[in-house]
């Protein structure tokens, strides 16, 4: 007999199959990573996790999209999204220990929902063009996307095998940069024939779509969330569980540091390119796409590398220490260098330096206690958009002082050697773990 609201054991024979985009076959939970889960649940799960986080961070890169049209109609400066943006991400910040705990109250799925239908309601919000409703519509966004990393992390923990874990977690994440690349790609063409509202329409219909689109498996993705419940964390456990295991500890140090390192490369390469290295405008938003394509591909790689290799932490130090080594060879790039060398150097930086998210997420919850991957990746949550947010607006304190985004971008590899000793910290910590012996 099984107590009430324990999940039924997995069992194939008595499977059923529900109409959905995402084809889920088992209803009952299985066990985690177990090799009889139907491939179709894997594709599922990964594929709706992906969308979910690209749904969720197309409500955010729209708005730097649309800046100057939005602008125009609220009669401020454009340049005032620098302080939306960190409306956003500071409410990501503060907002990820708590918000993670949806995953105990109603289960990951739902609230995914949950999220994406902030996502909905913020962009509504910003059709009024209103400066209030927009700082609003700013904290509903900034909620959303940091929902979608412990959401996704507790579904990949428990239907995807072991052995592709870091590939599929590492998938996942590619969901962040090709957000940014497809706004980047549609919304300047239908905010030019249509208005910004319709780019605004665009992640409303994709959001609200997916979120849809997630309920006929609803309850087969959320079967276990009656044993969460009765186990629930609190808001602060994750935060209390990475800071008393040292490997977890340092690694969430370094990734404050990787975050900042990344978001200062995507915010002012372009400034940079044409005002000091004499590109042209199209030129240097050319090399952007560069970057960020080339995180896409570094994040798969990585995570194909890292599932057979079985060192998350070493591969992490890799790309730590080749984003670090491009930060000052940046302030060397010009014209006159030849194209494929251009592109072969940024597609070096923006692998690096925008590849390494699924790796960490990964071995975050690798190494979360049983049944706390979500909580754990929300309070690790809180120190990738810490840098997330500090990042461009220290780079922008430090350039107004020196006078030279160059020089700013040389200073900015101290924070990567940073990055890359904290990294170092947790490898040494993991080898003390594995060993057996004590802990600093």
Known sequence: MRAAGEAAPYNRATTN??????????ISQPPAGAADVPR?????????????????????SVFPVIALPL?????????????????????????????????????????????????????????????????????????????????????LMRFTPPQNRVFLFSLKQ????????????????????????????VVVVVAGGTALAL????????????????????????????????????LVMSAFCLAFVQLCLGTFLVTMLVKEAGYS?????????????AGVTGRIVCGWIADRTGNSLQLLRVLSLVGTFCCPLIALVTPAWPMPVVVLFFFAFGA??????????????????????????GGAAVWNFGGILAGPAVFATVYRGVGSYAFTYVLLSLVGLAGSALIMMAIAAARREAAGRPQP
């Open 17 to 26: 199959r529900r109409v959905s985009p995402f084809r889920i076959v088992s």
């Open 40 to 60: 179709s649940t894997v594709v599922g799960v990964v594929t709706a996790a992906t969308v979910a986080q690209v749904a969720a961070v197309m409500g955010i």
């Open 71 to 155: 602008a125009a109609d609220m009669g401020v400066e454009p340049s005032l999204i620098g302080y939306q943006m960190s409306i956003v991400y500071g409410a990501a910040t503060f907002s990820a220990p708590w918000l993670s705990t949806g995953v105990s109250r109603w289960g990951a799925c739902r609230a995914t929902q949950v999220g994406l239908a902030f996502c909905v309601l913020g962009c509504l919000l910003a059709f009024t063009s209103n400066i209030a409703a927009l700082v609003v519509a700013s904290l509903l966004l900034g909620c959303s996307v940091t929902m979608m990393t412990p959401t996704s992390a507790h579904l």
């Open 174 to 201: 590619t969901g962040v940069p090709l957000a940014w690349a497809l706004m980047a790609l549609i919304a300047p063409p239908i905010t030019q024939a249509y208005g910004w509202r319709w780019s605004l329409l």
């Open 215 to 250: 309920q006929p498996v609803r309850a087969h993705w959320d079967d276990d969330r009656h044993t969460l419940r009765a186990k629930r964390a609190s808001a602060m456990e994750g935060l209390k569980v990475l800071w008393e295991r040292p490997t977890l500890r340092w």
């Open 281 to 293: 405008l199209v030129a240097a938003g050319f090399m952007l796409s560069i970057t960020q394509l």
């Open 352 to 377: 690096s330096s925008v590849g390494w998210n699924g790796l960490y997420v990964a071995e975050i919850a690798r190494r979360s206690p049983p049944g706390r991957a979500s909580t754990t990746t």
